[in-house]
């Protein structure tokens, strides 16, 4: 039952982070190749303040996703200039700068030898219902994030967003200022995946550079193309996908040292056939070309 | 002992160096760019692919160097042949936009390099055909028969492609291609055609570089992730799709990074050529010796 519930867990985490990318990939329709980035800037955030300041997890949870959204800004003021490749280009390697930052800032980050020790929200003493507490955690972050998505998409100015992907010159023909709004989307997207990196580090306890690098953001990526860009369900079943389904490679008894491998092989294939075959996803509508 | 001179000699080698193999990287992700405008990062696993061709025919079928050399580059240039045919030609014919085939070409990049570490494992794997020992003095510095191999072959690669371009009618109509399509088709130039001689070349390019840095270095499967990326920031330095900035980019950014160890700490190396992309990117999207006129760019 502990593995299940530890599934759960990690899927609803996963979850929160592809549907905040969804926000800039699927419903601003803007290839943010680097949200990994934020993700490692709300872990190590609020990890950090709780190590050396003592400062609450439940604090710390909102410091570094405010520290993610602002990262977010500044980075959406820089590029978004830029054509859509070269911005994928550029939050990509936005996403090395930071990963190769926690990776030598061994003072602060102790570098690839990771943050043991990381404390949780609630300590309890016994891990059945610490799982319990976790999943009921995260399944409320779940809710409020999907809650909050829809908020936004449904409003005048989710409409805008959605009428940047369709037509940006038609939008700003408008007067609407197309910049200010793309921003703003890709500061929330970073604000939620900051929310998931906090979660993620105050649950596992334990955070090293591996866990944010750029294949980390390439796997975001494939979990909104994958179940379907611009819907609330794609993200869902996408993440969900992915998480679970290297578990299974591990039940059919296949070694680690090939499934790892494998796994990402059968990422690389999905990825290119998914964009050739079936670019709106499993359950999307949305199409990216 | 160690003088300020020998030092900067030293650097000198290492610039030069790191500067050809980035330069054949960039050049070679240059003229596909210039071919079909969009960012071809798969590149970087077909240099990775070169490397342990090599290794295969020299270390594990004992080949010569000269012939396992040859076979990798031509294998090089076949796969990215082969990645153009089956995956970017599919999303020309159905006129995708260039965000697409930067995914999917992130996607060839992952399923490739994963075929490498499941034949060859995740451990590093070496290759050394020359004779170690034999080292020269430079200036002080101390350079290795590799190195010079390395550097010497690099040019002589650089010059053969300039002759390709410049003086043969096949590297003429490339170039065609690469102004305007459109027009080169009026004058009955095949652009499909000339598009698979870009990949070709420009993969050839990918493997001779991918083989000379496992020379001084070791294979790893993920090998090809860092080369492409210091290809793509010299293109961007350089300036996107000119073949010329591509050169002048990669030396540019060899000798900055070694230089920048008088500075900062070698760990650093990455996360300068990192900051560098942003800056250029921000700053001067059509770098140096932009042919593309930023309004395209942004």
């Known amino acids: 039952m502990e593995y299940e519930l530890h599934l759960f867990i990690i899927t609803g985490i996963f979850v929160i982070l592809a549907l905040s990318l969804n926000l800039v990939l699927g419903y601003l329709g803007q290839p943010a190749l680097g949200h990994a980035a934020f993700f490692a800037i709300g872990a190590y955030t609020s990890s950090l303040l709780a190590l050396n300041a003592g400062i609450s997890p439940w604090i710390g949870l909102f410091i570094g996703a405010s520290f993610a959204a602002i990262s977010g800004m500044i980075i959406g003021h820089l590029t978004f200039h830029l054509k859509e490749d070269y911005f994928g280009l550029a939050t990509f390697g936005f996403g090395l700068i930071i990963y190769s930052g926690i990776n030598n800032l061994t003072d602060v980050t102790r570098g690839p030898m990771g943050l043991p020790g990381i404390p949780q929200f609630i300590a309890f003493t016994d891990l059945y219902n610490s799982l319990i507490f976790y999943c009921i955690l995260i399944l409320l972050f779940v809710l409020i994030t999907i809650f909050l998505t829809r908020r936004i998409i449904y409003s005048p100015f989710g409409r805008v967003v959605q009428s940047i992907r369709d037509d940006e010159l038609a939008a700003e023909a408008l007067g609407k200022d197309t910049r200010q709004v793309k921003i703003m989307i890709f500061t929330i997207g970073a604000f939620f995946a900051g929310i998931a990196g906090s979660l993620y580090a105050h649950y596992i306890t334990f955070i090293d550079p591996s866990s944010f690098n750029v294949m980390e953001s390439i796997l975001v990526v494939l979990m909104v193309i994958l179940g379907g860009m611009g819907t609330i369900g794609g993200p869902i079943i996408g993440a969900a996908v992915l998480i679970l389904f290297p578990e299974m490679l591990r039940f059919i008894g296949i070694p680690d040292a090939v499934a790892a491998p494998l796994r990402q092989m059968i990422y690389g294939f999905l990825l290119v056939i998914l964009i050739i075959k079936r670019p709106q996803g499993l359950v999307g509508k949305y199409k990216l070309w | 002992m160690i003088t300020q001179a020998t030092m900067i000699s030293q650097l000198f080698i290492n610039s030069l160096i790191a500067g050809s193999i980035y330069s054949l990287m960039a050049i070679g992700f240059a003229i596909i760019y210039k071919t079909v405008k969009f960012f071809h990062f798969a590149h970087g696993i077909v240099y990775a692919t070169g490397a342990y061709i090599t290794y295969t025919f020299f270390q594990i079928h004992r080949f010569d160097f000269i012939s396992s050399f040859i076979l990798a580059v031509v294998s090089s240039g076949l796969l990215g042949l082969l990645i153009y045919q089956f995956v970017y030609r599919t999303l020309q014919v159905k006129k995708a936009p260039n965000l697409i085939y930067l995914l999917a070409s992130f996607g060839v990049f992952i399923f490739i390099e994963n075929i490498i ?13 020359l004779a170690e020992a ?19 072959v690099s040019i002589a690669t650089l010059l053969a492609l300039w002759i390709f371009i410049e003086k043969t009618k096949l590297g003429l109509a490339l170039k065609a291609v690469a102004d305007d399509p459109q027009a080169a088709q009026l004058v009955g130039i095949d652009s499909v055609r000339l598009t698979q001689v870009a990949f070709f070349v420009g993969s050839v390019l990918a493997g001779v570089a991918g083989v000379l840095i496992s020379l001084e270095t070791n294979l790893s499967p993920t090998m ?15 300036g996107m799709g000119s073949i010329p900035g591509a050169v002048v980019g990669g030396f540019f950014l060899g000798f900055v990074e070694n230089f920048g160890i008088w500075y900062i700490p070698s760990i650093w190396q990455d996360f300068i050529s990192f900051t560098f992309l942003i800056v250029f990117l921000v700053l001067r999207p059509s770098g140096f010796f932009g042919v593309i006129p930023e309004k395209e760019l942004i």
Do not use: D, H, W
Request: positive net charge.
């Open chain 2, 117 to 129: 570490a499941l034949i060859y494992g995740n451990q590093i794997l070496f290759m050394r055909p």
């Open chain 2, 134 to 152: 034999s080292s020269y003095s430079f200036f002080g510095a101390s350079i290795t028969l590799t190195q010079i191999v390395i550097i010497v």
């Open chain 2, 224 to 238: 090809g992730f860092p080369a492409i990326f210091k290809g793509i920031i010299a293109s961007i330095i350089g």
